[in-house]
T-cell receptor, first 112, second 114 residues
């Protein structure tokens, strides 16, 4: 049973427009929600996170929104740039051991 | 520079052979993790360790073994019992006191079984 779902395997966006990546979860016990960016044949790099007690966190062009009632997490990138083209994973933490549960990822392509 | 080093980056193995993937970190992190990534899937947790000489199974530990004899090192052995070992393996670490949940990842090791 998947606890974390990224229902869109891919997303194509024009440069300068907004990219919205989504993540749904089933367990209410997660306390931190993270987004990672990954290029092929490399390890994921941390992008932005949000605590379960907040509903929005911004860092430059990246904003993460958390809707706890809907069990929905989203990442907004605006404006999108070609260098943002990568696979984006949402990752959710449950418990104190920093164990993360990852979604399957969404491949973002930003084209000129 | 501080970071996590995984080696080798690419590894080929014949069926029936055990292989060991290395993971070393100089970040002074307490906890270390091994994840596996398959095409079209998210990262799945194999094993994790919070302190030296202690480790716990993750979601897909069958066919794998680990050791944590030093704080800096957390090698993963893929045994011949692992039925589908071809995958991209990622090692990660973190400070246990970090409240953000962030893990720092290495560059990964791609294992191919011939």
């Amino acid at each position: 049973d998947q606890q974390v779902k990224q229902n869109s395997p891919s997303l194509s966006v024009q440069e300068g427009r907004i990219s919205i990546l989504n993540c749904d979860y089933t367990n209410s016990m997660f306390d931190y929600f993270l987004w990672y960016k990954k290029y092929p044949a490399e390890g994921p790099t941390f992008l932005i996170s949000i605590s379960s007690i907040k509903d929005k966190n911004e860092d430059g062009r990246f904003t993460v929104f958390l809707n706890k009632s809907a069990k929905h997490l989203s990442l907004h990138i605006v404006p999108s740039q070609p260098g943002d083209s990568a696979v984006y994973f949402c990752a959710l933490r449950s418990g104190g051991y920093n164990k993360l549960i990852f979604g399957a990822g969404t491949r973002l392509a930003v084209h000129p | 520079d501080g970071g996590i080093t995984q080696s080798p980056k690419y590894l080929f193995r014949k069926e029936g052979q055990n292989v060991t993937l290395s993971c070393e970190q100089n970040l002074n992190h307490d906890a270390m993790y091994w994840y596996r990534q398959d095409p079209g899937q998210g990262l799945r947790l194999i094993y994790y360790s919070q302190i030296v000489n202690d480790f716990q199974k993750g979601d897909i530990a069958e066919g794998y073994s680990v050791s944590r004899e030093k704080k800096e090192s957390f090698p993963l052995t893929v045994t011949s019992a692992q039925k589908n070992p071809t995958a991209f393996y990622l090692c990660a670490s973190t400070l246990l006191g970090a409240n953000t949940g962030e893990l720092f990842f290495g560059e990964g090791s791609r294992l191919t079984v011939l």
